[in-house]
């Protein structure tokens, strides 16, 4: 029930296009799921987070949609950049787990020019 | 500020040997975690400590690791004896309570262990 499964493992996407990284969950509690960004040789970094009282959260390029009934929850780039090439980390808590984040295994996407 | 300091970046030991691993959180967070990522893992909560105390360390491998919070600046992660299945980057990250929900972490740039 602590499972966040995220898919797919690797993408590959031109410059401009749109990739889409998902991710399901199973523990009906879980209210925060944030997306994290993480560079080569860099620390895993906040890149935007949603709560499940809005279905659509958008921060400049990155959209995160969220479909409470499914369970899933998913981060799409618009006209994606070569530098955002990076792995992408989705991640699900609640106040129960006391700020103990629930990690998928991550997405390394590279966006080619 | 400046972050999450880590140090060092780079350590190379070889098995048997004792490893200590050091970090010191942004000022003011009152949450601090221990990471290990790997290829093959991914990014695995080891440890995590609220206001220096360990809160939950079901992600501590066994007991060749242990870590420590003396005080609000600075916590330790200790391998002893290491192995060269501990080669891997260690994370530490640190949170603060804002009471808004937020439970953003903030990452240091990692140390990375390589046991042979």
């Known amino acids: 029930q602590q499972q966040v499964k995220q898919s797919p493992q690797s993408l590959i996407v031109q410059k401009g296009g749109i990739p889409i990284i998902n991710c399901a969950y199973e523990?009906?509690?879980?209210?925060?799921f944030p997306w994290y960004q993480q560079f080569p040789g860099k620390g895993p970094a906040l890149l935007i987070a949603?709560?499940?009282d809005v279905s659509e959260k958008k921060e400049g390029r990155f959209t995160i949609s969220f479909n409470k009934s499914a369970k899933q929850f998913s981060l799409h780039i618009m006209d994606s950049q070569p530098g955002d090439s990076a792995t992408y980390f989705c991640?699900?808590?609640?106040?129960?787990?006391?700020?103990?984040?629930?990690w998928g295994l991550g997405t390394s996407l590279a966006v080619n020019p | 500020d400046a972050g999450v300091i880590q140090s060092p970046r780079h350590e190379v030991t070889e098995m048997g040997q004792e490893v200590t691993l050091r970090c010191k959180p942004i000022?003011?967070?009152?949450?601090l975690f221990w990471y290990r990522q790997t290829m093959m893992r991914g990014l695995e909560l080891l440890i995590y400590?609220?206001?220096?105390?360990?809160?939950?360390d079901s992600g501590m491998p066994e007991d060749r690791f242990s870590a420590k919070m003396p005080n609000a600046s600075f916590s330790t992660l200790k391998i002893q004896p290491s192995e060269p299945r501990d080669s891997a980057v260690y994370f530490c990250?640190?949170?603060?309570?804002?009471?808004?929900?937020?439970?953003?972490?903030?990452f240091g740039p990692g140390t990375r262990l390589t046991v042979t």
């Open positions: 990250a640190s949170s603060k309570n804002l009471g808004t929900g937020s439970y953003e972490q903030y």
């Open positions: 000022s003011g967070h009152d949450y």
């Open positions: 400590f609220n206001n220096n105390v360990p809160i939950d």
């Open positions: 523990n009906t509690a879980f209210d925060y």
């Open positions: 949603i709560r499940p």
């Open positions: 991640a699900a808590t609640n106040a129960g787990n006391n700020r103990k984040l629930i």
